[in-house]
Nanobody, 124 residues
């Protein structure tokens, strides 16, 4: 069984910073990629940033230069450093981890797991 636990959300003024974290635990064989998504009220969930097992990163255009994704492989934890926050960054932020799980028969199968979400509110 796999569990993702997010933390770090909260209320911040425009121009401020927040750091989100998401820790994965359980019967994980390998992590292929770790993503951050967000969903604002009335809008679809959108990809914010991704980091692959090799450390390659990519970002949505509106986050480039302001957000930074990183990971601690030893802790199976992904971080999202958010700087120069704007009111339009207000959303629930979710981590998503694409991983391989070893089953009882020795087979590795791919799975996606989601965190519980953490609220980020940017307001004065």
């Amino acid at each position: 069984q796999v569990q993702l636990v997010e933390s770090g959300g909260g209320l911040v003024q425009p121009g401020g910073s927040l750091r989100l974290s998401c820790a994965a635990s359980g019967s994980i064989f390998s992590i292929y990629s770790m993503d951050w998504y967000r969903q604002a009220p009335g809008k679809q969930r959108e990809l914010v940033a991704r980091i692959t097992s090799g450390g390659d990163t990519n970002y949505a255009d509106s986050m480039k230069g302001r957000f930074s994704i990183s990971r601690d492989k030893a802790k199976n934890t992904v971080y999202l450093q958010m700087n120069s926050l704007k009111p339009e960054d207000t959303a629930v932020y979710y981590c998503n981890v694409h991983m391989g799980i070893l089953d009882a028969w020795g087979h590795v199968t791919a799975h996606d797991y989601w965190g519980q979400g953490t609220q980020v509110t940017v307001s004065s």
